[in-house]
Every structure is written in C-alpha cells, then in structure tokens.
C-alpha cells in the first residue's frame, strides 16, 4: 500500500520563487511587448502572457498512477495586417526577444496576405482595464500533497471494501491559471482562475461485461472553485455507495428496445448539450474553418432567427459570468468581456458562440468565446459555459407524470456525426418508469436521435432545485490540438418518444 510519506513532493517552492520575481514585471514586460507591436504597421495586435501550473494525483486499486506537478510560462503575439492573422510565441519572459517575436508574427501575417481570399475584419469592441480572480474560499494549492494522498487513500479504502469491484481509481486535478493580456485598442487586463476537481469510479467485471460508476459525475469534472469544491463532493464518503452500484449493475435488468419518453439528468443532459448544441453553434464551424478535424454543423447562418431548433421550452445561454463555472472568465483571450446572452430563445435558434472576425460577418458583435488552452496557442471560438434554462417542474412530480420511460443518470458513451446531427448516447444507470413510478433499475442504457427532432421533443424541464453545473475539463478543438476547460448547468429533462436500446 502507498505510504503517503514517500510521495510529499514540495515542488512549488521554486514556482513561488519565480511567481514572485515575476509579479513586479509581468506588466512591464506586457507593455514592452506592446511597445514593439505598435512600432509596426499593423491594423490590430495583442499579447496575451499566461502563467499556469497542474498537480493532478491519482491512484489505481491503492497504488500510484500519477502525481503530476505542471507548470508552463510564455506569452503569445497576434497580429493582424493587411487583412490576415500572424501569431508567434515564446516560453519565456526575455526582454531580448520581444522584437524577434513581433517580427515573426507580423512576416506571418504578410506572407499569409499573398493567398486570396476575404480579408480578416474585426467587428467593434469597447476597450477595458481591470482584473478578475476566481470566488474561491480555499487556494488548493495550499494544501499539501499528503493530505491530498490521504484523502484518496481513504476514499479507496472505503471502495475496497465492496466485493466485486475489480478495478478502483480514485483522483483529483487542481489548476491555477493566470493570464496578463493587452492590445493595441487599449485594453489591459490581468485575471486569475482556479479549477478544482475531483473523482470516484469503481469498474465490476462479469461474465461478459464491465459495469462502471462514477462519482461525482463521469469524465473527470472540474469546477471554479477552491479546495471547499473537494470538501464538498466528499470522496470517500461516497466511494463504497459507488462500488455497490457498480456490481449492483450486473444483475439488473437489461434497457428495453423501444420507443420510450425518457429523462435525463444533469450528469447525462450536459454532454447532450455539449455535443448537440455547444459544438453545433460554433461559428467557426458553422463557417467550415473546423471540417478538416473537428467538422461542421447543420446550424447554418441563414436559419438565424428562424429556425426552430427546439420546443418553446428550450432556452440556452452562453453564459461567462456563471458562478463557479468553468467556463467563466472576466474576459475572453481576445479581450471580449464576459457577459450573458441567448442561442437558443424559446426553441429558436437566436445566436452563436463567436469571435471579433467571425461576429463580423454576420453583422454582430462577438459573443466573447474566444479562448486558447496556452500561451502557445492561437485563440479559436470555444464554449463557454452554455446553459439550459431551468423550466418549473418538480422531478417527482415528471417521474409522476410520466407513463412510459426511462429516467438515465451518467454519460458512460457517446457518438455524434461531423455535422451534429445523428446521435447516440449511452449511460452507466437507468430506472424504468410505469405508470408514474420508478419500478426497476436498468443497464446498458442507450437511445439515439436527429438533434432539432429530440430537443423539439422536450416537454418538461425541471426547477432551480433541480439546477446543476457540471464541469468539463477535456473538450477538444483546432490543429494543433487545444484541450478546453467549459461548463454546462441543468436541470432534469423529459424528452418525448425517444428510439433507446440496441436496433
């Protein structure tokens, strides 16, 4: 068994040395940075230092699999002249190599300016200065890697005493991202984000099949908060509830095949919204500039402000003022500031994630959702935090009200075509509904769907008690390959006559 005296590995003490030689000059070195874009004729350019730093700890049946501390420092340069994008960066903060770097981004841009094509214009922004930090209670870094390790030693142990369960892990993932960013417009602007998570799974083999649990939610969640986020969900206090379900799984009844109204919970319903919506009103990719790796989508811009992608019911925000949400922020990384605005307006599509260049183009302002996973990455329009309103319902009073269905718990699998259309979904739990009530728990859960069919199916979406964020720190777009931290809030919802089981 770990002996967690054997792995408190102290190494953010040279980080603290370097943050804080770095502090008194980061905004000097932004400004020098600044100096020298705004010594060449560019018609915009912006630099953006980001300094962030990963500990992830994570066990496997009571053994190490990884304590991991990351840290990364660099700044990027965008530019833009004569109608097209430059972008160049370093890994580190010499004073030495700042016109270097501005050359390079600009000879980008003008050598990109010889390929026809329409020209790249920026659509209007107010200019800002001022600085955001996460609402956090407790900085997770403070807390020293033993007690992380006890923590999910406890948490296995308690998973170890269920009988069945073949396969344990156990971990959690703190990140501490801070970011410096200026432009040419004027805006100057220093931010600070922290995003904690956290995780049980217990995996029950049988005779021919694996049956998998996962708390709190599948896909490795995170959240903007503090150490208090850990406290909260309480690991160990949940991991042997998640290994009796888990074998508990490979004796219940096996999903029907059907036509069936089904419920799904926030745990499930997030990555619905994620694949079939979020993606989906990307404008870049509705613009094709994603086909080649990560597709298109059927939201195509001349069914704006017509096209009923939904019933009434259905609203979506993009929202990056959320709070506690992944993806909130105080600006996004071309200097957008956060703010709160509708896609989808009862069941019509209203609106698009976007940035300056693509918001232009349609004649509007961006809706802030330009991000970049590092300061060696170019921005690209990403998710926010994209929320589905909550409705009125009580979840007992839909159980209630529903006659034939099936209530799913728990992404465990899905699949979506490159245009965001077909879909099929899978969950690690489901419960059969007859006649109002819950009447057995079911496996192997699945059901498929043509996106604006099934959200023009939704019928009933639950309250603000029912209302629940969930995190997701893995969403991957753009060549080279960006990995994006976004959020999606919910309630339960009942969506009607839906194809489940296997055809």
Not at 96 to 123: F, M, N, Q, R, W
Not at 136 to 153: A, S
Not at 192 to 217: C, D, S
Not at 307 to 328: H, L
């Amino acid at each position: 068994m770990l002996d967690p005296k054997n792995f408190v590995i102290d190494t953010f003490f040279i980080l603290g040395k370097i943050k804080e030689k770095l502090e008194d000059k980061m905004k000097d070195f932004l400004m020098d940075v600044m100096n020298a874009i705004e010594m060449k004729n560019v018609d915009y350019g912006d630099v953006r230092i980001v300094y962030q730093k990963t500990q992830s700890v994570n066990l496997r049946n009571g053994e190490p699999q990884g304590i991991a501390d990351i840290w990364e420092l660099g700044y990027g340069v965008r530019v833009l002249k004569n109608g097209r994008w430059g972008f160049a960066s370093r890994s580190d903060l010499n004073k030495e190599e700042i016109t270097k770097v501005v050359d390079e981004a600009v000879k980008l841009a003008e050598e990109s300016s010889t390929v026809g094509g329409e020209p790249v214009i920026l659509a209007p922004e107010d200019t800002y200065t001022g600085e955001y930090k996460s609402n956090i209670k407790i900085d997770p870094f403070t807390i020293p890697i033993k007690d992380k390790i006890n923590l999910l030693l406890e948490a296995d142990r308690n998973l170890s005493k269920v009988k069945g369960v073949l396969v344990r892990n156990v971990g959690i993932e703190i990140r501490r991202i801070e970011k410096y960013f200026a432009s040419t417009e004027g805006t100057n602007v220093h931010q600070v984000i922290f995003l904690t998570g956290g995780e049980v799974k217990a995996m029950a083999p049988g005779a021919n099949e694996i049956q998998v649990r996962t708390y709190p939610y599948a896909g490795g969640v995170i959240m903007q908060k503090g150490w208090e986020y850990i406290q909260e969900i309480d690991l160990s206090g949940n991991a042997e509830r998640v290994g009796e379900e888990a074998v508990m799984l490979l004796s219940a009844e096996q999903c029907p095949s059907g036509i069936y109204d089904i419920i799904l919970a926030p745990d499930q319903l997030y990555l619905q919204i994620h694949e079939s919506i979020g993606h989906a009103l990307e404008l870049d990719r509705v613009f094709g500039s994603e086909v080649s790796y990560a597709g298109a989508s059927f939201a195509t811009t001349e069914k704006l402000g017509k096209f009923r992608y939904g019933s009434e019911i259905v609203n979506i925000v993009a929202d990056s003022t959320f709070e506690g949400g992944p993806g909130t922020f105080g600006w996004d990384d071309e200097g957008v500031k956060a703010h709160r605005e509708y896609l989808i307006k009862d069941g019509i599509l209203v609106g698009y994630l976007s940035s300056r260049e693509t918001a232009q183009k349609l004649g509007r302002r961006s809706s802030g959702a330009m991000r970049a996973s590092s300061y060696n990455r170019i921005p690209l329009v990403r998710m926010v935090n994209v929320n589905l309103l909550p409705g009125e319902w009580k979840l007992e009073d839909l159980i209630a009200d529903t006659d034939r269905g099936i209530l799913m718990e728990t992404n465990r699998s899905w699949s979506i075509d490159d245009f965001r259309v077909n879909f099929q979904f899978g969950t690690e739990i489901g419960y059969l509904i007859e006649n109002g009530k819950i009447t057995r728990t079911l496996k192997n859960c699945t059901y498929t769907g043509i996106t604006p069919e099934f959200w023009n199916s939704c019928d009933a979406i639950c309250g603000e008690e029912e209302y629940r964020m969930i995190g997701v720190p893995n969403c991957g777009k753009g060549e080279p390959g960006q990995i994006m931290y976004v959020g999606h809030a919910s309630s339960h919802a009942r969506f009607r006559n839906v194809r489940v089981g296997i055809h």
